[in-house]
């Protein structure tokens, strides 16, 4: 079992290496390349000026489908990561910080490079693949003894309302970060009118089907959650801090889907929501490092 | 010669009560009020879970004039007050009133939908497909219902002016999924409601091995913990731990079993779980007269005495014998603050004394003594008897009738949520027209600011033309920007 466990930590680190590459060829794909123009003048004097000047353009197509294809790499790394640790711990990694956040890593890179696939859109991976790479720095910086694999406590011996609950939730923050990217890029977009980005409607509606990914799956989260309470507390709702704190994050999603479907927000507005939302996102992810409860589990 | 009249028609003046209550219903259908309603509700819910959390202390130690704020904050118990309660129920009045407003709306888009449009909604649309055709127009425009019903579409034409109006959708009841996706928030609440005021919950019920506790809540219920076991791992934390019951009614045994955490024992509509455990002690207590004054076991724990503050402890008043008794267990941990420990107890060992209880005590100090277990002393005029040690159970018990609400409630919403966001409502829109070489169709999606609607309308349109052996001709009008966009959500034309 320790070897399948160390093995899987060596394809986490090949993972880290091809993510890492793949964001950085995202990022020089989605800002474009500078351009250097030198142009000679000669002057009725004879004599010869030469002006300087710089502007931005798109990439080349190459560095986007090498940034894609590092990514692709990547999640099959991780995939193959969670793969041996599964089969060490007879169960899906998901029951403390180190395993949740492998998981996110490999749910986040999934669903981007899907969406990127049916929307044809590269650019979102300068935004979305740092992210992940942030997740797995973060990963890497977690106790080492974190990595092993422990026999599950009692609170947690549910597989099957376990491996739901707690997929759905890493299912709901990775297309939350998906939207989250389509935001910003919106921003940046609608701000600057980067000619080579994508436009600000397909934007918009990406981080809207992403938001309908990731909108019934906390919903999911929580509903199970409720449930997987109910059999081990005997209260369906305990107000505890992760609850609540995934209850607001789920309130501000439902703010954005009212906002934008009943009062037709879209744009600049819709796109803060989704920012602020993120914020919720990242605050329930990481908010057992401020507050205890009941599912203070290996920092999950 | 037009005669203009400057008087104003008469207005039938309403009644105050008509107008109040014309104000209320306003109020609770509109959308605005009820996004402000969800963000109170999300603001006092990121209060609720700071006050959980370190943060409001992390505050305090940063600007300390913020203290008595902070102090006040971690003194709310914001998920009971009446501001939360205030606006839960808001927000729930506000969905009832909202989906009943919305019901007739809904349901005439869905039945009745407005067949005839415009020439300017066709060319302000920001994609449009035309049709040319030799054909009449009639004879196009019922080519064209063939096509789109072949995809799925429900058609509905109506001829104006020599010119032939098409509607066609698809997917039209999920516009009906947002009622029980609105309804189940409702039960969500309700289910809460009738769990409060028709059920009950023990946290901690607690039984120690061997012994029988009744239940209460008019149950008629007596439990009785037969064993108590678990199993640590290496470190020590425990992995498994179980307790196997009895329980009785009225004397007679009605059911057996055991359990463990997130294996609960069901009886009827109670429910027990496990929760926690501890040591216990079991004692035999006789008074001079050889009367049994208590024969059942001790929780240790919750009691903390000052001659080991660490060990496990419990204290119980013999009120028929005047005094009160403290009993003390080894110290589980010595190595933890070793120097408040007075009694340094061996294990199997266990430190008991009685005080006086009350004005007329048989004692006048107190008067303690180690016992080992299975021996007996006399204490005061009281004779002990030390049974044996042993584990007792901690038991969650509760009945809660809302619970099938709440599952009802959860299959409505993720439903409803699914069908709303996975089969939305596709509308199309066409004007057949003649032409001196025939007709033209000129179909657009109402789609305004709808990426993947747009999207779907030009598969649409591409495979209409491939059925009917027409070439479809797409126009795009570039939307405006939407930097700042925001319109109202209204009907097409």
Sequence with gaps: MESLVRLSFYFFAAATIALVTSAACYLVYAVGRIRLRHTALTTSAGTTVVSHGASLEPASLGIGRFATLLAWFGVAFQGISILLRTIAAGRLPLSNMYEFSSTFILLAGLVYLV???????RQLGAIVLPLIVAMATYVWLLPSDLREVDALIPALQNRPLMTIHVSMAILAYATFAVAFAAAVLFLIANRWRVTWLPGPDLLDDLAFRAVTIGFPALSLVLILGSVWAYRAWGTYWQWDPKET???FTWLIYGVYLHTRSLRGWRGNRSAAILLVAFAAVVFTYFGNYIFGGLHAYGGV | MTHVSLDRPAVNPRALPELVVDRIWRFFCSVRAAIAEIAILALLVLAGTLRGSSVPRTIADTLPFATPLVERWYAWDVFRSLPFASILTVLAVAIAICTINRAPGIWQAIAHPTVVTTHGFLRNAETSATFASALSAPELASQLQDALRA????????????EVHLYADRWRYSRLATFPFHLALIMILAGGIVGAAWGFRDNDFIIPEGSVRELGHGTGLTVRLDDFSEVYREDGTP????SDVTIMKNGDTVNTGSMTVNNPLTFGDVVFYQSGFGQAVALKIEDSAGEVLFDDALPLGPFQSKLNPDAPAAR???????????????DENPANAPELDTLRLRPGDMFFMIRPLGADSPIAAPIGATVSQGESIELGDLSLTFVRERRFSVLQVARNPGIPLFIAASVLLVGGLAVTFYFPHRR???????????SEAQLAPVARRDWSAKRVFEQVAGDVGRRIGLESHLRMNEPSPIGEASYRVVAPP
Excluded at chain 2, 151 to 162: A, F, K, L, M, Q
Excluded at chain 2, 321 to 326: E, F, I, P, Q, R
Excluded at chain 2, 428 to 438: D, F, L, M
């Design chain 2, 428 to 438: 199309i829109r066409a004007i057949v027209s003649p032409t001196p070489g025939g």
């Design chain 1, 115 to 121: 969406f990127e696939r049916w929307y044809g859109v």
């Design chain 1, 245 to 247: 704190s995934a209850l």
């Design chain 2, 239 to 242: 992995l498994v731990y179980r």
């Design chain 2, 151 to 162: 995809g799925r579409y429900r058609t509905i034409g109506e001829e104006r002016s020599g």
């Design chain 2, 316 to 330: 119980m008043d013999l009120v028929p014998a005047g005094v009160a008794m403290s009993i003390v267990a080894p």
